[in-house]
């Protein structure tokens, strides 16, 4: 049974930073890709940032290039989201995610009845205030 747990939220002030930690069991880790998505209240689950089984590929919605850093400790087995410069749209339920695939596919982002990732996390909660 595959389980995933993320952790590392919390309550940052704008401008603050956090960093999220994913782990997962009961699967040959480095043998997915594995990415973020967000949710926050009221909007669709969003797309931030995938990584390819190896961390040689890494993908980013533009709306976190540049303050987010994805990478992974294979040995370890974790994932992790480096978030810096936060703002307060960064407001979010964080869901770590595993990929059916070793790379990330074209459609990383996206999270519809079509196409999800193969496994995800009951979530870790981020609050950046004003």
């Known amino acids: 049974q595959v389980q995933v747990m993320e952790s590392g939220g919390g309550l940052v002030q704008a401008g603050g930073s956090l960093r999220l930690s994913c782990t997962a069991s009961g699967l040959t880790f480095d043998n997915y890709a594995m990415g973020w998505f967000r949710q926050a209240p009221g909007k669709e689950r969003e797309g931030v940032s995938c990584i390819s089984w190896s961390g040689g590929s890494t993908f980013y919605a533009d709306s976190v290039k540049g303050r987010f850093t994805i990478s992974r400790d294979n040995a370890k087995k974790t994932l992790f989201l480096e978030m810096n410069s936060l703002k307060p749209e960064d407001t979010a339920m964080y869901y770590c995610?595993?990929?059916?695939?070793?790379?990330?596919?074209?459609?990383?982002?996206?999270?519809?009845?079509?196409?999800?990732?193969?496994?995800w996390g009951q979530g870790t909660q981020v609050t950046v205030s004003s």
């Open positions: 995610t595993i990929e059916r695939t070793l790379g990330c596919p074209g459609s990383w982002f996206a999270w519809h009845d079509g196409r999800k990732p193969a496994y």
